[in-house]
C-alpha cells in the first residue's frame, strides 16, 4: 500500500526539478488510496533543517483586480519546513499573495494573473491542474474563524470525506491525528459530536488548523490566523506552530510584527503590492536593508 | 418666567416623538385589523357548533313560533312606515322548511305577547330539508305503535336511531366499498375492451373472456343491489310522526333522521360534549345539502393534498433554479433581467396563471396524454381536464418566483467564509455547495416555502380553472391502483367558501358554513405554516452562525 501511494503523489524529493522545464503535475486525487490521510502522519520524513529547499517558488507575479493592480514583480521562493512570514500594512497585497497560493482567488470574478507560482517545480495555474487537489496539498486556516455549523467531529473529517474516505474507524483515526496535531484533542475529545460552535474562539481557531491538517497538506497557509483571539490562545496556535512547521511548510500572513518575530524564520515585507524585502526574519527586524523596512518595523512608518 | 418649560412644537417635531407615535400607530392599526378579522371568523365560526337553545315566541296575532335565536337588528325605516321607529326585530331559525317553505324568519320585537323555552322541544337534524323543530308524536315500526307522544318517544326513540344509524352506515358500506369496486372493475374491464377495439387485433378469445367476466360482474352488481333495496325497506319500515309548535304534523321515515338533541334540557356539560361531536362531524364527514350542511371533510383534506403536491413540485424547481442563478450564472445584465422578471412574476394575478394552467397544462400537455396513454376511454378525458396534477403544477408555477427570490436571499446569507473554508478543504464547488452552502441556506429556503404555502392555500380562481368543483364524487386517494389520483377533481376550502356563500339556493342556512370554512381555512394556513416555521426553527438551531 505505501509503494502505491508514494507512486501516486509525486510530493517527495522533487528539489532538483528542473525550473525550466516544469513537468506536468500529475496530481491524482487522494480516493486511490483513503489510508493515507491515517498514516501519513506518521511515517512522513522530516527533512533536515539545512536542506530546506523551496517548496514554493513565485517568479514575476503580477496580479489585477479589473484593471487595478493588486500584486506587481513578486518573485520569492518559500523553503520547505519553515515558517514564512509577510507583513506590510493593510492593502499591501499580502493576503492577496497567500490566496493566489492555492488558486482561492480563482473564484474572485475579474481578477488576473501573470507570471508563475512552481509548487515543488510545478506551475499551479498550469490549466491542467486539478485546483481542488492542489488545495489538499495547500491547506488554509482563514483571519475569520470559520467552523462549519456541524459537529466536531464532522468538521475535522469534512476533508477526507470529500475524498471518500468513507470508513468510520479510519475518519475517526484522522479525527483524532489531526485534532491531537491542532493541541486540541485533550480538550474536546469527550465532546466531538457536539456543535463546533459551542468551542471557545481559541478553540475554534485550532479546530480550523485541525480541520486543515486532516487532509494531510504539504503547506499551511495562515491569514492572520491571530487576529481575533485573544493572547492566551494566540500563543498556543503560535506555540503549535514552532510543532508543525517540521512536516509542513507555513506561510504566514501578520498584522502583529511581534508575532512575525517570534513564528516566523523567513520574513516578507510587502508595500503597495510590492516585495520590499524577504530575508531571515532576524535580519528583517535587526538590520534590514531597505529604509522603508526599517521604517515600518519601528512604526515610523506614514 | 425663564424657567416654565413651555410646549414648543418644533422642540416636539425635533424629538422625533412624532415619528414614534406614526410608527407605533401604524402597527397598532394593522394588529386591530387583523385581530378584529381573526375574531370575526372565530367567533362566527365557533358558534356554530354550539347546540342553541329553543326559543318559542307567542305573537299579538296569536301564532306561536319556535326557533334558534340567530340574530337581531334595528328595523330600516324604509321598512318601518306604519309602526314606531327604531323598533328591535329578531332573526329565527325557525327550520322546517318543508312545511313553511323558508327556514328563517323575522320577527318584530313589538308584536312579542310572550317568550319562553319550553323544556320538551327538540331539534331533528335531518339528511334533508334541513332541521325540524317540534315534538314526538308517535313512533311505528310498521302498523304497530311504539309510542304514542312525546315523553314515551322519547325511551322508544334513541335506541331505534342507533339502529338505523347502523342500517344506514351499512347501506353506506355496501354504495362505497362494495358497489364502488365492482363499478371500478366493470370499467376496467370496458376500458380494456376498447383498447382492444382501437388496437384492431383480433384477439378473440380475450375478449371472450373479458366478456364473460363482465356478466360475471354484473351478476355481483345485482346481488349487492338486491341487499341494498332491502336495507333501504328496512329503513322505510321505522316512521316518526312529529308535530311543531302550530300543532302541524309530518311523518318521517327514521332513516331521515341524523341526531336529534333536546337543547333546552341540555346542561353545560352536555352541550359541550355535543359542541366537540359538531365540531369533529364538520371535520370528518361530506357535505349534504348543496354544501350547506354535514362536513368538508372533502374540501380539507384536497386543500393539504394540493399544497403538499405543489410544495414538492416548487421547491425543487425554485431552489435549482436560485442555484444556478446566484452560484453559476455570470453576473450582469442578463441575470438582473432575470430577476426582475422573476420578481414580476409573482405580482402577476393569478387568474393569468389560471388561464395559462388551463390552455397549457390541461389542454396542451393533458389533452397529448390522454391521446398516448389514455386512448381507450376517450371521448371521456382523463389528464385532458382540470384535475389535482394541474391545479397543483399551476400553484406551484405561481409560487415559484417566491422559492427563487427567497432562496437566492439564503444562500447570500451564507458567510463567505464557509464556502471559501471548504473550498480551501479541497471541496469542489458543487461539494462545497451540497455539504455545506445549502444546509446554512435551508431556513431561507424554508421561508420561501412558507411564503408559497401561504399564497397557495388561500388561492382560488386559477383552481376554477384548473381542477377544483362544487362537490367531487370521490377523494383523489383511494384504495384502487395507483392509490393516488391525480387525475380527478377535488373539492378545495377557498372554493368551498365562494361556493356556499355565493352559489348556493339557501343563502341564510350557509351563512354559518361560510363562516366555519373559513374558520377552518384560516385554521389549515396556520397549522401548515407553523409545521414549515418549525422545520425552519430547527434547522437554525442546527445551523446558528458562528458565534465569533
Known sequence: MQTASNQVIPKKPLGKQSELHPPKLVVKRQTDNPKRIAHEHMDRTIPPLSASHPKIVIQDMNFFYGSVQALTNVSMPIPANRVTAFIGPSG?????????????????????IEGKILLEGNDIYDPEVDVTDLRTRIGMVFQKVNPFPKS????????????????????????????????????VKDRLHTSALSLSGGQQQRLCIARALAVNPDVLLMDEPCSALDPISTGRIEELLHGLKERLTIVIVTHNMQQASRVSDLTGFFLLGELIEFDDTKTIFTNPSERRTEDYITGRFG | MKN????????????????????????????????????????????YFWPKDLIQFTLNDGTIVLGEWVGSETIPE??????????????????????????????????????SFPADVMAFERREWGNFYGRIKQIQEGESILASDHEQGLTVLFPLLERTNDIQQHIHAIEHDEIGELNHAIEQARLQLRSLELGKEEGGDERVSIEEHVQKLQGLYEIQSAALIALYEKLEHFRITVVDVAGEEKTLSLGTLVKVWSPNRMGIGEKLVMYGENFWTVLSEEPREANTEGGIFPAIFGTVLMVVIMSIAVVPFGVLAAIYLKEYAKQGVVTRMIRIAVNNLAGVPSIVFGVFGLGFFVYAVGGTLDSLFFAESLPNPTFGTGGMLWASLTLALMTVPVVIVATEEGLSAVPREYREGSLGLGATKLEALWRVVLPCAMPGILTGLILAVSRAT???????LTGVVKLAPSLPVDGFFPFLHLDRKFMHLGFHIYDVGFQSPNVEAAKPMVYVTTFILVLVVILLNMAAIALRTRMRKRYAGSSV
Open chain 1, 92 to 112: 499591501c497585497g499580502k493576503s492577496t499573495l497567500l490566496r493566489c497560493l492555492n488558486r482561492l482567488n480563482d473564484l474572485v470574478d475579474g481578477t488576473r
Open chain 2, 78 to 115: 324604509s321598512e318601518s312606515v306604519d309602526k314606531p321607529k327604531g323598533h328591535q326585530r329578531i332573526q329565527l331559525k325557525i327550520g322546517n322548511r318543508d312545511l313553511y317553505g323558508l327556514d328563517f324568519r323575522w320577527v318584530d320585537q313589538a308584536d312579542i305577547v310572550d317568550e
Open chain 2, 458 to 464: 388561500g388561492e382560488v380562481a386559477p383552481l376554477m
Open chain 2, 4 to 47: 416654565v418649560k413651555r410646549f414648543s412644537l418644533k422642540k416636539f417635531l425635533d424629538s422625533g416623538s412624532l415619528f414614534i407615535w406614526l410608527c407605533g400607530g401604524a402597527l397598532g392599526i394593522s394588529l386591530l385589523m387583523i385581530g378584529g378579522l381573526l375574531m370575526l371568523i372565530m367567533v362566527n365560526g365557533m358558534g
Open chain 1, 152 to 187: 466536531i467531529w464532522q468538521n475535522v473529517a469534512f476533508g477526507p470525506q470529500l475524498q471518500n474516505v468513507k470508513k468510520r474507524a479510519t475518519l475517526d483515526e484522522v479525527v483524532e491525528t489531526s485534532l491531537k496535531g491542532a493541541g486540541l484533542w485533550e480538550e
